[in-house]
T-cell receptor, first 116, second 114 residues
Framework: ETGVTQSPTHLIKTRGQQVTLRCSSQ?????VSWYQQALGQGPQFIFQ???????GRGNFPPRFSGLQFPNYSSELNVNALELDDSALYLC???????????????FGEGSRLTVL | AQTVTQSQPEMSVQEAETVTLSCTYD???????LFWYKQPPSRQMILVIR??????QNATENRFSVNFQKAAKSFSLKISDSQLGDAAMYFC???????????FGTGTSLTVIP
């Protein structure tokens, strides 16, 4: 069974640039969530995708966008990068939607983004 | 809004001893799930233990157990017979039964002293 994989592991961008982060969900998982973890903080929910549609969104501006592909892999795109976007971006996958099960999340190792 | 509070930024424990990490949460829901996740320096978050709010019995997973006090909205994690590999950041998390979003606390950094 393949776990959640993310790429790249580290990257450096400058303010105003755009970035795309990628995630392959765990085998058999059709739901992918993205979280932002700033230094010294807990993860903050960005959004979730289920069957290629956004299925929930946290308090993040529209310049944070995403995609989910038919194979359930996902991308997180961030436009017009700001210094405060520097963080660890975590992808997590699970089976199905909320309700009926605990919906345990399986996390990748994250992509560390530094914005200069 | 749901909030999760971990009031202990750092904790330490002697190897083979027991330590308890605290977590409180705020919710008006009656059905929800609670989790403890471990994040070692490798960064990958790993589920330690989970608790369904409708279950009165405290969850246990080997050396890890919880003390779930629903009325007090408290969900502490007890680690028995601590091992060096337990050293990590521990996050408490909450999810509504019908919600998509996990709410995480700010974490507790656990050091295990040999």
């Amino acid at each position: 069974e393949t776990g959640v994989t993310q790429s790249p592991t580290h990257l450096i961008k400058t303010r105003g640039q755009q970035v795309t982060l990628r995630c392959s969900s765990q085998s058999g998982h059709n739901t992918v969530s993205w979280y932002q973890q700033a230094l010294g903080q807990g993860p903050q929910f960005i959004f979730q995708y289920y069957r290629e549609e956004e299925n929930g969104r946290g308090n993040f501006p529209p310049r944070f966008s995403g995609l989910q592909f038919p194979n359930y892999s996902s991308e997180l795109n961030v436009n017009a990068l700001e210094l405060d976007d520097s963080a660890l971006y975590l992808c997590a996958s699970r089976i199905g939607l909320a309700g009926g099960n605990t919906g345990e999340l399986f996390f990748g190792e994250g992509s560390r983004l530094t914005v200069l | 809004a749901q909030t999760v509070t971990q009031s202990q930024p750092e904790m330490s424990v002697q190897e083979a001893e027991t330590v308890t990490l605290s977590c409180t949460y705020d919710t008006s829901e009656s059905d929800y799930y609670l989790f403890w996740y471990k994040q070692p320096p490798s960064r990958q978050m790993i589920l330690v233990i989970r608790q369904e709010a409708y279950k009165q019995q405290n969850a246990t997973e080997n050396r890890f157990s919880v003390n779930f006090q629903k009325a007090a909205k408290s969900f502490s994690l007890k680690i028995s017979d601590s091992q060096l590999g337990d050293a990590a950041m521990y996050f408490c998390a909450y999810r509504r039964q019908t919600g998509n979003q996990f709410y995480f606390g700010t974490g507790t950094s656990l050091t295990v002293i040999p």
